[in-house]
């Protein structure tokens, strides 16, 4: 409950720099591009429209280097984003092709400023190419030429011919004889006249025209169904014919009245299936030309391959019918096959989710043409969401808050109450956000701390994750069911029981036994402005102020405060403030004037308060109970007026002593004096005072007991070069019925009662009641191996509950704790004892656990809980929750069971909250 540390002065060294970033721009059109801002990057996004399903290879390059390839229209954005300040510029570096396009790039050129682009358009036009044909033989009159776009040409003469019409690349085309020439007649015959646009003007087409004899008949008829192929007839296994369209044909030779002609195919198409009926016959004064080839596309499996899938449930369709599962990555291929020349069209009927996915299917649609089968890309891409924070009670410049340890949010005071980390997240990913640095140059200073801060992200953006920024802890102190902090805005909060007024609000509600009481609802304990440099709390708090006066409220039932009242203070409205006294510990003579003393620390517990006057003498009032007081009798001081102030004695500690260091229990107190040495008096009933016998010191009138006569405790020597030298101490700390020491070396020794294993030596052996206990004889405490304590705190009960812990905070920033266990104020997630049997202590204690990378800078005990300053200035409390002791807004469960503490797993470490303190 009391620390001193003489090596060591606190000093606070604020220092701050302003650095100013001047930002720069050159102005008017083309100018330079501006200056970097703020160091933030923001995506470049193009928009493309027009490009064909069927094309592939586009694609566009940013600054030379980042290279995007792009499948269908949409929108996308450049793999690298561009700092704020920087240059863009987009360029087509490989145009589409199958078909072939020209892309062109719109507001290719620009700078990034405070914002992602997405003025740059992407549009593709269509290759257009010319369809030409060479004739030959013509000597007739009449030809006609036709294309299966529609348009005819009138042809008189052998040469080379284009329709007028050009056809976009990839445009399947046929050119057929549409009405042959007659003075003389003729049959023209197509050869390669169909097929499809394919990068470049299609000229390879032939027409040759043959005239046909008088007495000469043709043979021919028609073609329909087929689609992209040629094959080859022939008439009379000799007469052969390439077939390479639907429409009229003749075969180039002519036959008589009575010949045979049989009509078979030569050549098998490769993508149709072709049969020819009335194939055959006897030629009679006429021409044949009832032949017909009917032709049915060959059918083509449509396949899809499957990247980057990491969730389930993910199916396909294909022309609204046929339905795919896709379990994995992979190739798969639809159930129904597709005939040449017909239109598919693969959709995501079902999303993959756990984790959600959105898959895009890349060459979704088409017609089925000169190909075996049609392969579809489905590529998945996780869906993302965002990370984002409510940050409360921030002041400052700037604070950071990390993500998974390396995405980094600035905070600052532009920023609003919900802020978003950039980096998004996929279903499934966890999240755990930080503080990694802390609110710079806040006035008053403050820690923030996550809450709510790690999870796995679901199909939705986190926003229930907290910053709470709350004031610094700068000391605390915690009593019977209830805690004190000294806060960084130099203004003290207590919480916990409030029966007597102890909290300083003027009632007897208490406080930290619901939400709605801490953080800003708990108000600072008024104390008329003054400043607290030291609390110390027990059922009646006591604080020292910067003017070194003393004041102290909560239980008076016995008027032992020194006030000379009898009536408890700060349970009614106008008893704090400027109302509420300071105690009269009377004046000193300076120059001859006489000046009130001054204090630099008040020792308090139940009704029993000393104070350590800047001069080292000690003054002590209140319950006096077998000499507590150390004035020589078993009466107690302060009820009445007259007893206080120069009225009330300077405790003798000796000849020249005096002190560094108080610490009082219920029933006895003891003091550091200036020689690093420790007396102790008052009840001794467990050899608490440490003097090797059980008598009590301090109720003598006689003043035999105190003074010279009162001896130094002997906790052993120090060997040096083979010399004993007498341990130095550098803390005392006195519990109910026992006391402890911080030896100069890190030891600690305790001694007296041992009921609950307190002393720390594995039994429940009280020790130094008996001459030959103490000195070199008394164990110091085995804190683990290499370790050594830096400061120590005790808690204890009073009356016939003799139950105490005591903790050490350790040379590492570590805490371990021993003893009573009844509440888990051991922070071990259980109520097991510990110390009061063999293999208890040393490395076979675990240190409390404070939270991941948490370290303690002071610890305090209570009466059934413990309570520790963490090197982040925030506060964790554990153990018993009485009347909200420890100040985390909750009290009953199912309204019966106090909810405590570190008494069952689980609920230290990160689950223990820190206290809401408040933002101011």
Known sequence: MKIRDRSIIIALLVNITLLSLLL??????????????????????????GLDSNSSGLVLQNNAADDLSIHADGTYAFNTEIEDGQAYSVTVVSQPASPNQVCTVSNPDGSIYGAAVSNITVTCDASIYSLGFNVTNLTGTGLEVANSAGENLNINSDGNYSFAQGLADGTSYTITVRQQPVNPDQICTVNNGSGRISGTNVSKATIDCVTIQADAYSIGGTVNGMIDDSFVIQNNSGDDLTISGNGRFTFTGALLSGDSYSVSIATSPVFNDCVIQDNSG????????????????KHYQVNVSVLALSGSGLVLQNNNTDDLSIPSNGSYSFSNTQPLGSAYSVTVLN?????????????????????????????CNAVTYGVGVNVIGFNGTRMTLQNNGGDDLVYDASSGSLVFFNRELTEGEQYRVTVSEQPVASTPPVVCHVENGTGIMSNANVTDINVICQLQVMDIDAGFHATCALLSNQSLKCWGINAWGQLGQGDVEDRGD?????????????????????????????????????KCWGDNTDGYLGLGLDTNIGDQANEMGVNLPHIDLGSRDVQGMPVQARVSQVAVDHKHYCALIITGEVKCWGHNQLGALGLGDAVGHGDDP???????????????????????????????????????????????????????????INQDEMGDFLPEIDLGNLFILGSPIP??????????????????NGDVKCWGNNTSGQLGQGDTVARGMAAGEMGDV???????????????????????????????????????CWGDNTWGQLGQGDTEDRGDEPNEMGDNLPAVDLGRGRTALKITAGASHTCAILDSREVKCWGGHYYGALGLGDLRNSGTATIHRGDSQNEMGDNLPVVNIGAQ
């Open 282 to 297: 006897t030629v009679t004064n006429q021409n044949i030309d009832n032949i017909n080839i009917i032709c049915t596309p």
């Open 514 to 550: 619901e939400l709605s009481e801490m953080g800003d609802n708990l108000m600072p304990v008024d104390l008329g402005g003054e400043t607290v440099i030291q609390i110390d709390i027990e059922m009646s708090p006591c604080a020292v102020l910067q003017s070194g006066f003393v």
């Open 778 to 816: 008394l164990p110091a405490i085995n804190l683990g191996q290499g370790r050594s304590a830096v400061q120590i705190a005790i808690g204890s009960y009073y009356g016939d509950d003799i139950r105490a812990h005591v903790c050490a905070l350790l040379d590492n920033g570590s805490v371990k």
């Open 727 to 744: 341990h130095s101490v550098d803390q005392v700390e006195a519990g109910h019925l026992f006391t402890c020491a911080l030896l100069s």
């Open 642 to 700: 007259y007893e206080m102030g120069n009225n009330l004695p300077t405790l003798d500690l000796g000849t020249g002593r005096t002190a560094l260091q108080l610490s009082v229990s219920a029933k006895h107190s003891c003091a550091l004096l200036d020689n690093s040495r420790i007396k102790c008096w008052g009840h001794n009933g467990f050899g608490q005072l440490g003097l090797g016998d059980t008598e009590h010191r301090g109720d003598n």
């Open 351 to 379: 999303q993959p989710g756990s984790p959600t996915q959105t898959c895009t299917v890349i060459n979704a649609s088409g017609v089925v043409n000169n190909a075996f089968s049609v392969d579809v890309q489905v590529v």
């Open 24 to 49: 720069s721009a050159c102005g008017g059109g083309g100018g330079g591009a501006p200056a970097t801002r703020n160091g933030s990057t923001y995506p470049v996004n193009v928009t493309v429209s």
